[in-house]
């Protein structure tokens, strides 16, 4: 057997990462490798953050699957320091594109990709990319927030969550991109989901944690913090940025005009942000999958921008609201039909604006 690290030699990266030692670390929502096979014998080695090894009352472990041809085979929780997902082990050699991706999201759990052991004579290389590259900033919608889960009593849990059933994995599909998504449940621009209108959350806002390699409680095998390790944004340059974010703004905003006003303010803000870290970029700021109400807002943080910037590459554009009398998922959050149905919308008009 040999080991064979998950270098950009052997294998396509996908979405932020993090090198420590000989070790692939992963936060985000479907970051993850991919890879063409040719050989017997394939193993994916994963390590678990600190919270895989030494435990998480509530369960929430890093959640991967692992595709060979475009077919999941594995569905596994990280529920310890160590798990081993082979992928492929065959008696004859077979020619096969395998993929590994991160389903949950980077705040409960981060994961390391190990040095791949394979057979002597077996031999992998980087799937090739697309012809183009999306960012997707977002929240709990972005990430798949309990999309395996058609209980609305039910509540947050990453074994429910899957990235590849929410509409920014859809819209990629759809675009036939590659994607990279920087998303976190409850969060915001000026304040995170809160029960209570009048207690603003301002710990959960996705501005103060964009330059990060993401946001989570977890943490890599030295110790480091995601949520303290910049990133570097010359690693990945995606050529449209998708901002979906103000679902959880709401929750503090409601109908009142001055937070609806500060919401528009801090957007603008973070627009300017976005923009100096995505020079090249087009920028797609949508909103409305979950309610609308603060969709004018978000429309007048964009024209704002266009007027006090001259920045012209900025477009909006409201998704069609999910249907309570269909169902829900848990905690309200959106059926895949409705996340597909975001997607058939978006995706067009992605193409169209980009000429792609």
Not at 146 to 153: A, I, K, S
Not at 170 to 176: F, P, S
Not at 182 to 198: C, K, N, Q, V
Not at 255 to 275: G, H, I, N, P, S
Request: glycine share 8%; with cysteine; net charge negative.
């Amino acid at each position: 057997m040999r080991y064979i690290q998950a270098d950009q030699g052997h294998v396509k990266q996908m979405g932020r990462r993090h090198w420590i030692g000989d070790t692939l670390w992963l936060a985000m929502s479907g970051s993850g490798i991919g890879l063409r096979f040719t050989g017997r014998y394939l193993e994916i080695p994963i390590r678990g953050g600190y919270v895989a090894e030494h435990g998480e009352p509530d369960g929430n472990y890093a959640r991967v699957a692992v595709y060979v041809d475009g077919v999941r085979i594995l569905d596994e929780m990280i529920d310890g320091p160590q798990k081993r997902l082979i992928a492929v082990d065959q008696q004859t050699p077979v020619t096969v594109d395998v993929q590994l991706v991160k389903l949950s999201e980077s705040a409960m759990s981060v994961i390391g990709v190990e040095p791949l052991i394979v057979g002597d004579e077996d031999r992998i290389v980087p799937l090739p990319p697309k012809a183009h590259l999306v960012e997707f900033i977002g929240d709990s919608i972005t990430c798949g927030y309990g999309v395996d889960d058609e209980d609305n009593d039910h509540h947050f849990a990453t074994a429910t969550e899957d990235v590849t059933r929410a509409y920014a994995f859809h819209t990629a599909r759809l675009l036939d991109v590659d994607c990279t998504l920087f998303s976190a449940s409850g969060f915001g621009i000026i304040s995170g989901y809160t029960a209570d209108p009048e207690q603003r959350l301002t710990d959960q806002l996705i501005p103060d944690y964009y330059h990060s390699v993401g946001f989570s409680r977890d943490r890599f095998s030295d110790g480091a913090d995601p949520t303290q390790t910049e990133w570097d944004f010359s690693r990945l340059r995606p050529e449209a940025v998708v901002i979906n974010l103000g679902t959880n703004d709401d929750s503090f905003c409601q109908d009142t005009v001055e937070k609806q006003q500060e919401y528009m303010e801090a957007y603008e803000r973070f627009l300017r942000d976005v923009r100096l870290c995505n020079p090249q970029a087009e920028l797609f700021c949508v909103l409305g999958i979950m309610g609308q109400r603060l969709c004018p807002w978000m429309e007048r943080a964009c024209e704002n921008y266009r007027q006090h910037t001259g920045d012209q590459r900025i477009h909006t554009l409201r998704l069609p609201e999910q249907d309570g009398n269909i169902g829900f998922v848990a905690d309200g959050h959106p059926l895949e039909r409705f996340h597909l149905a975001a997607a058939e919308v978006l995706a067009p008009y992605i193409k169209k604006i980009m000429n792609w």
